[in-house]
């Protein structure tokens, strides 16, 4: 069974390291498709997983924006979902879970197990109620080659109220990360990385050379990168150089590549494809060009 990791690492070494993320914003869907409705978000999501594929290895639907619809909205997510694994396009289910007993244990086959109705190679996962909550992620991890991806620093204004708090002498992120080392170990195995991620947002560039030096075989997911106003290079900050380039992980970019300029006026979904297809090829060709790699043309 291969791996998340090494299945995620082999489609940033040829495609690069860009991950895009499926966030169906209220009143952003284009009329094209249907508009903010449930037959809308899946529409559109559908044919942003065909804009992306062969231009990302993987994509990164936001949950809650299909959660909002109840469930015609998690159906949506369920179309996008088995949309993405039939065009060979990784999954990471952005849900941020966080619980505990069995709760988490339903959470975790929802996105996990091989009969998982919303099929995903990784799930967020929040870690700040305790190491318990994780472990039945780790265990569906562990049997069926998925990812875990642990909120560690992330991008958002308000994560310095908690996770860069002094724990004895040293953030709270930190910490977290320190205490996740034997799962870290335990989804890497004999691989060259670990199948459990790191959230590691790239407003905070130090933060995440920090992470890198706490957790160096954690891949990172980075989210922060475009419209949250975070620059390439800051992106790949936490990134590590192997040989010629920088690998460790992927850069999220959702609005900036999803609501380009003009996306909301096109007059035809052709239209619209060329706006979001130029828009993947061009954060994948920033992202790529700052982590000192050569791309596979998109056929």
């Known amino acids: 069974m291969t791996s998340f990791a090494s299945r995620l690492i082999a489609g940033a070494r040829q ?20 508009g903010d409705t449930p037959d809308g978000l899946a529409a559109w999501g559908e044919a942003v997983v065909a804009a992306a594929a062969d231009r ?19 159906r949506a997510l369920q179309r996008v979902c088995e949309a993405s694994k039939d065009a060979g396009l990784l999954v990471i289910a952005d849900a941020k879970r966080g619980d505990i007993g069995t709760t988490a244990k339903g959470y975790a086959a929802a996105y996990l197990s091989d009969a998982a109705p919303f099929p ?24 069926n080659g998925k990812g875990v991806v642990v909120l560690a620093r ?6 310095a109220d908690f996770q860069a708090r002094d724990l004895e002498g040293a953030p709270l992120y930190a910490r977290v990360v320190e205490a996740l080392a034997p799962a870290i170990a335990r989804l ?16 905070g560039p130090d933060e995440a050379r920090r992470l890198r030096q706490l957790a160096p075989d954690a891949l990172f997911l980075v ?11 800051d992106a790949l900050a936490g990134f590590k150089s192997v040989g010629n380039r920088l690998e460790g992980g992927v850069v999220n970019a959702s609005r900036s590549v999803t609501f380009p300029a003009g996306s909301d006026t096109a007059a035809s979904k052709a239209e619209w494809r060329a706006l979001i297809e ?15 790699q050569a791309r596979v043309a998109p056929a």
Not at 189 to 203: H, N
Not at 223 to 233: N, S
């Open 15 to 34: 495609l690069g390291p860009l991950c895009v993320g499926i966030d169906p914003h209220p009143g952003r869907i284009p009329d094209l498709f249907g």
């Open 154 to 159: 992330t991008s958002n204004p308000g994560s």
């Open 278 to 292: 130029a828009a993947i090829e061009a954060a994948q060709a920033d992202l790529s060009a700052h982590a000192g």
């Open 188 to 203: 890497k195995g004999a691989e060259d990385w670990s199948s459990l991620m790191l959230v590691a947002g790239a407003t």
């Open 56 to 74: 990302a290895c993987v994509v990164k639907p936001q949950v809650g924006l299909f959660e909002r619809h109840g469930p015609e909205g998690m």
């Open 223 to 233: 989210p922060g990168y475009g419209a949250q106003g975070g620059g390439a290079e």
């Open 120 to 143: 995903s190679d990784a799930v967020t996962v929040n870690p700040y109620m305790g190491l318990d909550t994780l472990e039945p992620f780790l265990e569906q991890a562990e049997a």
